[in-house]
């Protein structure tokens, strides 16, 4: 007996949403009948064989039920892979008010974030990690998150396209990873090996923390470690980076499934400050090393500088003699780690020239007339030249 095609659509649908809902097949079954109106899927097929049959308005019904679930879902967003939605709303960020306090939503990385004037909430990937809000200290008396009902309302709103972004995942990743087997065993949802072509097991490592994790401990935190919250990346099926000596994985007693935490919320001084980072210090020094320099080889002697940092001594320039004179003193360089409130210090230091005849550098004063002269020198110095 061939099955009613209608009935062949709505068995489809529901596989969509398991894998969105990373729920048992039959729970899935179950929860669509119920949108038809039938107790059950059994009830539901027991009606078929009375006659009764899902019709165009049932199928757009639970469509409706699968898109609500995952929006990418059915494939009208053009994005079943996620790669879009990753880095953010293919349609832009979402505005909206909650008690009369207007906030923006957007998605980044697969982390929910909701910003409002003086304010942000971020809640992350993962499905227990606790929601994090921030708010500005210059806003710290007025902030509308300080009524507990606008931030129960604002959690609820994030939690909500938390749930959309993790059926997005789930159903973009193979079923075994996010539903177990009678055993526990899950594959993972990024490594490939194997015959299977799948990475599978029910006891996972976490390469941050150390943890042991259960394959249904692993899944229902879609792949982010429960104990420190690594991303799938580091969650590895044997945990080849310990030695004989060092401590073996921490089995990790079982949680709350798929709960996030209380929020953390913070007050925190939002003005825009330089942070001092080695990185950005070496960048300034060079830069004002530039401009100490005179002609070419001094500016080759700028960039060839080694430029150390340390937040308790300040910075250390190492020169190269052959481009940067000895007597030469890096006034701007000094200046700036003086605006800085930084020390800093010299050495020289005498080494092979990059190319013959450095002090070419000190008769021109930019980088295309310099080439232009070594190469002269060079030519002059061509076994070929004094066969001419």
Not at 202 to 211: G, I, R, V
Request: proline content about 6%; hydrophobic content about 35%.
């Amino acid at each position: 007996m061939t099955e009613n095609s209608h009935i062949t659509t709505v068995k489809k649908l529901a596989k969509r949403y398991a894998r969105a809902t990373r729920i048992p097949q039959a729970k899935a079954l179950d929860a669509i009948a119920l949108e038809l109106g039938h107790a059950h899927w059994v009830e539901l097929k027991a009606q078929e064989k009375k006659g009764w049959s899902p019709t165009d308005d049932c199928i757009a019904a639970v469509e409706r039920m699968v898109e609500k679930s995952n929006p990418f879902a059915n494939g009208t967003h053009q994005d079943l892979g996620g790669s879009v939605r990753l880095f953010g709303d293919p349609e832009g960020p979402r505005c909206g008010t909650i008690g009369g306090a207007t906030y923006t939503l957007s998605i980044w990385q697969d982390d929910v974030n909701i910003e409002g004037e003086g304010w942000t909430i971020r809640i992350p990937e993962a499905p227990n990690a606790s929601p994090i809000v921030e708010i500005d200290e210059r806003f710290a008396n007025k902030c509308p998150l300080n009524e507990p009902d606008i931030l129960q309302k604002a959690l609820e709103i994030g939690e909500a396209e938390a749930k959309s972004v993790q059926a997005r995942i789930s159903s973009d990743w193979p079923r075994r990873s996010t539903k177990p087997d009678a055993k526990g065993v899950v594959c993972h949802p990024l490594f490939g090996g194997g015959d299977s072509g799948r990475i599978e097991s029910d006891t996972w490592f976490c390469l941050h923390c150390n943890s042991e994790i259960s394959g249904q401990q692993i899944a229902v935190n879609l792949w982010h470690c429960p104990s420190c919250g690594a991303s799938p990346v580091d969650i590895y099926s044997d945990p080849f980076w310990l030695s004989d000596k060092d401590e073996p994985p921490t089995p990790l007693l079982e949680a709350n499934e798929n709960r996030r935490g209380e929020p953390t919320v913070t007050v925190v001084d939002k003005r825009l400050k330089l942070e001092l980072s080695e990185e950005n210090v070496t960048l300034l020094i060079r830069s004002a090393l530039l401009d100490d320099a005179a002609n070419a080889g001094e500016r080759i002697g700028a960039l060839l500088a080694e430029i150390s940092y340390d937040e308790e001594f300040g910075v250390w320039v190492t020169f190269e003699t052959n481009y940067w004179p000895e007597e030469k003193e890096p006034v701007q360089a000094r200046a700036v780690a003086k605006a800085l409130g930084i020390g800093f210090d010299e050495e020289i230091m005498l080494d092979e020239p990059i190319f013959a005849w450095p002090g070419i550098g000190e008769m021109t004063n930019n980088t295309l007339e310099y080439t232009k002269t070594m190469l002269q020198a060079y030519e002059q110095q061509s076994p070929d030249k004094g066969e001419e």
